[in-house]
Nanobody
């Protein structure tokens, strides 16, 4: 069992930065791949970035590649998403998720555990 709690969302101007954090509980955290998804009003939840259980390859949606960076610290049971050069279209609720599949998995159904989400609003 893994429980996830996101933090770090807020209101930022276009071009600004935010760093999201996801705190995980559970002794098996390091065996899960982790990812960040987002969901804007009226849209489906979409994959943003993922990282495997070991600190290795990272994966990004084309829309955020070069602007967002995912990282994890297994010793602290933490996952982060550094978001730079934010745009108004990045406005959404951001969710942290854990999966037994690869961090490249983009389907919502591949993820076993989800956090409650944190709101990110980018003003233009």
């Amino acid at each position: 069992q893994v429980q996830l709690v996101e933090s770090g969302g807020g209101l930022v101007q276009a071009g600004g930065s935010l760093r999201l954090s996801c705190a995980a509980s559970g002794r098996t955290f390091s065996s899960y791949s982790m990812a960040w998804f987002r969901q804007a009003p009226g849209k489906e939840r979409e994959f943003m970035s993922g990282i495997n259980w070991y600190v290795g390859p990272t994966y990004y949606a084309d829309s955020v590649k070069g602007r967002f960076t995912i990282s994890r610290d297994n010793a602290k049971n933490m996952v982060y998403l550094q978001m730079n050069n934010l745009k108004s279209e990045d406005t959404a609720v951001y969710y942290c998720a854990a999966s037994r599949y690869s961090g490249s998995a983009k389907g919502v159904a591949k993820y076993d555990y989800w956090g409650q989400g944190t709101q990110v609003t980018v003003s233009s």
